[in-house]
């Protein structure tokens, strides 16, 4: 018995560790949040047009918004 | 309870309190008067913010946080603050500032009577692939070798050549950051090497430079960028405050 689900075990976690870093990366907050002051950077040296500037930042805010509901959603779901 | 907390700019030397006009970031409808806390001759250069409130590194708020730092900045030295530092009131600025008074003093002397100048220098070419395989025999020997038979390059020949190209990019761009570095040496304190973004990038500097010495670094820019080849585009910006030159942890929250 210990033999055959051990291995399982530590398999599954992998899978969970793998999910949970990609979920990570798709859900960074600070990650999103420097990229804003990033292109703000540009925008301020001159690198980018007021244009896309606007569009890279309603893109941004567009994941900061999505990273909150998911957080949200995550905590419903805990909380249950 | 509804209590009304203090968004961080920068730190300052100051006596008495120093008024910097309504040109802080939005707080209850209107810009926040920008002033400062004091203790033991240091000030914090604050406007009123609630700590509940969502503060996120948009526009409307990197503006007035950068235009604040630049208003600073004409009268005196600043260690500017990274955006979205928040303070519950105004005894925890004091007693942090308490607390890291020896820190504080030393990066303040670090960069006083100086500003941040920002140098990037870019590779202006089509393909930066052909431009690298072109300034280096080896690369090119290889590339011929690889693509010049009848045969189809296996995948193994291919990712050699990719290492042996991302190779010699990263060494092309140590080589001439470190001479674009020699160069700058006497007219700069301080200088810090950013990883450079985007792979046409060659370098992506900061400079810690006397304020007075301004104009003679801008010289010092065309000159360098003259004995440059013409594919080699030099870009600089600032003055900045002196945000890649003081190495300072409040313990803070940034965010909240």
Redesign the interface.
């Known amino acids: 018995m210990g033999i055959i689900s051990s291995p399982m075990r530590g398999l599954f976690r992998i899978f969970r560790e793998v999910a949970d870093r990609a979920e990570a990366e798709m859900y960074d907050e600070d990650a999103v949040?420097a990229e804003?002051?990033a292109t703000?950077r540009q925008?301020?040296?001159?690198?980018i047009t007021e244009e896309a500037?606007a569009e890279r930042?309603a893109e941004l805010?567009e994941r900061?918004d999505e990273i909150d509901r998911h957080r949200k959603g995550k905590g419903k779901r805990g909380a249950a | 309870m509804a209590t009304t907390g203090r968004y961080l700019y920068g730190l300052i030397r100051a006596k008495e309190d120093v008024e910097f006009g309504a040109i802080g970031l939005e707080h209850d409808g209107s810009r926040g008067r920008v002033h400062t806390v004091l203790v033991d001759s240091m000030g914090a250069v604050v406007s009123d913010f609630s700590p509940r409130e969502r503060l996120?590194?948009?526009?409307k708020n990197?503006e007035p946080h950068?235009q604040v730092l630049k208003e600073v900045m004409r009268a005196t030295t600043v260690i500017p603050m990274t955006?979205?530092h928040v303070a519950r009131s105004d005894e925890e600025i004091r007693k942090t500032l308490r607390r890291h008074r020896a820190a504080i003093t030393a990066q303040l002397e670090r960069v006083t009577g100086a500003v941040e100048m920002?140098l990037?220098v870019k590779w202006d070419v089509d393909s930066i692939y052909d431009y690298i395989v072109g300034v280096d025999p080896e690369l090119a020997a290889l590339r011929d070798q690889i693509f010049g038979r009848s045969t189809a390059p296996s995948a193994n020949e291919k990712m050699e050549l990719g290492k042996l190209f991302e190779d010699r990019l990263n060494r092309e761009r140590d080589e001439q950051t470190d001479r674009v570095l020699e160069m700058f040496q006497q007219s700069v304190r301080e200088a810090k090497v950013n990883a450079p973004k985007g792979e046409k990038m060659v370098m992506d500097l900061a400079f810690l430079v006397d304020r007075d010495a301004q104009k003679a670094f801008e010289e010092r820019v065309y000159q360098v960028a003259g004995a440059f080849p013409a594919e080699y585009v030099f870009?600089y910006?600032g003055p900045w405050a002196p945000f890649h030159f003081v190495d300072l942890d409040l313990g803070l929250d940034a965010?909240n």
């Open positions: 949040k804003l002051m703000y925008l301020e040296e001159g690198a500037f930042e805010v900061l | 996120l590194p948009l526009r990197l950068n955006f979205g920002g990037k870009d910006s965010e």
